[in-house]
């Protein structure tokens, strides 16, 4: 015994029944089928309107996760950058307080004046090095 899918026809409404086989071949094919009144009709070729919308809301979703991807990279690169910011400001500042101390950058030796220790003995010394 085959299950029967219940149709109504778009025309006059009546309702009546096709083999669940037949149904799903009629909707493949798009051939042309008749009501038990008569009415000539037939299901369109390409994806029904469900198959439609869960194809965009399958979209959606992947360009969803695309973007919390690209915002997770993103956060990371940032905390990646903070971190590095972090780590050069301390070692400027290890360095500032080594100065203050009277340490020469260059030689790590202690002077009292590092001023005139720096203009004698180190005259092509650039902060920037």
Not at 39 to 54: I, M
Not at 64 to 93: C, L, N, P
Request: aromatic share 6%.
């Amino acid at each position: 015994m085959s299950d029967y899918v219940n149709i109504t026809c778009y025309r006059c409404g009546e309702r009546f029944g096709l083999a669940r086989d037949s149904h799903a071949h009629l909707r493949r094919s798009s051939q042309t089928f008749w009501c038990p009144n008569g009415h000539q009709q037939h299901y369109p070729l390409g994806p029904t309107e469900a198959e439609r919308l869960q194809e965009q809301l399958d979209a959606e979703r992947r360009r969803a996760q695309r973007a919390e991807q690209r915002i997770a990279q993103e956060q990371d690169r940032a905390s990646h950058h903070k971190a590095r910011a972090a780590a050069y400001k301390g070692q400027v500042t290890k360095i500032r307080k080594r100065v203050g101390a009277g340490i020469c950058p260059c030689c790590n030796r202690s002077f009292a004046n590092l001023a005139r220790h720096m203009a004698g003995q180190h005259p092509d010394f650039t902060p920037d090095q």
